[in-house]
């Protein structure tokens, strides 16, 4: 609701540009933290910043994954704002860059998928408009500096660098996989057991417990509250009708965007939610505020056009009935 408001009062644009300069200082402040973690730990007795773990990075999220997500925002919100002429190349290469770079020094797998997921918005949006150009040749030095700093970190002589990159991981360390696939495997599981409503809000922490001898032994490192996947979530907790909605719901939006005509602000927050989405297909981001919020905005904002629904009478009997299933489920 907020966001759709505040598209209206303002446009898009104002909004995609606000919230993109919101990103990317906090993506600037959080290069200053990982500068911190690694070469000053102790300056000046800053205890609120978490140490590295074996080499690894993550800024003041305190998980590598979602430090990457973080990270990724940023760049998307510098090649934006470089499209929109509100900062200079130099000054995009200058915070752009190093976002980028620190982003595959997570070590985060998932930053191989945000790449693509960019670079696939970038060049397909720019079929639809002729102003993207600006959008393209951003993405492009991003990608070819994270490229880069992978073959040199693979084929250069720069083994003194302790940090792991993503591509290093991707190939050496299966760890992690193998608990994702128990998980879903719980998660199915428990739909099995639930199909219309769904174990419950909640229930899938009991189900981790109670399903642990379906899966692998040492698969699962003990009881998990989520099943890192939002679909598999929706389905273990909420049943079959959720992920439904959510799906129909999401169809409806898209065919609705596809109707008019795409502009800067459309291609980042389409990216954004897109970079979300990719990770909670592996984990759940959504969990937290400082993802949840800004992407509850950018979905109410992207929607083209108010929705109502007028159903009279039934409107008040309607409300109970959601209300009562509502409480049938959490409980």
């Not at 973690?37 to 080499?55: K, S």
């Not at 001898?213 to 939002?230: K, Q, R």
């Not at 049943?239 to 800067?264: D, F, P």
Request: glycine share 10%; aromatic share 12%; hydrophobic share 55%.
């Amino acid at each position: 609701l907020l966001g759709r408001v505040l598209v209206m009062e303002a446009c898009l644009e104002r909004l995609a540009q606000s919230l993109s300069i919101g990103f990317l200082c906090g993506g600037l402040m959080s290069l200053l933290i990982v500068g911190l973690q690694l070469y000053r730990p102790d300056w000046l007795g800053l205890e609120f910043i978490f140490p590295t773990r074996n080499g690894q990075v993550f800024a003041n999220l305190g998980q590598r994954n979602q430090f990457a997500d973080y990270l990724w925002l940023g760049v998307l919100s510098a090649i934006y704002l470089q499209a929109r002429q509100r900062l200079r190349l130099w000054q995009f290469l200058l915070a752009a860059i190093p976002l980028a770079l620190c982003a595959v020094f997570t070590a985060s797998r998932s930053v191989y998928l945000y790449i693509a997921a960019t670079a696939i918005l970038s060049f397909t949006m720019g079929y639809r408009q002729s102003d993207f150009a600006s959008i393209r040749k951003g993405t492009g030095w991003v990608i070819a500096a994270a490229l880069l700093v992978e073959l040199a970190k693979h084929f250069g002589n720069v083994s003194d660098v302790a940090m792991v990159t993503a591509g290093e991981r991707l190939y050496s360390d299966p760890g992690g996989i193998s608990t994702r696939f128990a998980l879903w495997q719980i998660a199915w599981n428990s739909f099995l057991q639930a199909p219309l409503l769904g174990v419950g809000l909640g229930g899938f922490s009991w189900q981790t417990f109670v399903l642990a001898g379906s899966v692998p032994p040492g698969s699962l490192p003990g009881a998990a509250e989520h099943a890192h996947n939002l679909f598999a979530q929706l389905l273990a907790e909420f049943g079959i009708a959720s992920l439904l909605t959510l799906m129909l719901v999401g169809v409806a939006l898209w065919r609705e965007c596809q109707k008019q005509a795409w502009g800067h602000g459309h291609w980042w927050g389409l990216a954004a939610i897109t970079i979300v989405g990719l990770h909670s297909q592996l984990e759940y981001p959504l969990w937290y505020a400082f993802f949840l919020g800004p992407m509850a905005i950018l979905l109410g904002a992207l929607a083209p056009r108010p929705i109502s629904i007028d159903l009279g009478k039934l409107g008040p009997r309607a409300m109970a009935l959601l209300l009562l299933a509502g409480i049938w489920v959490m409980s």
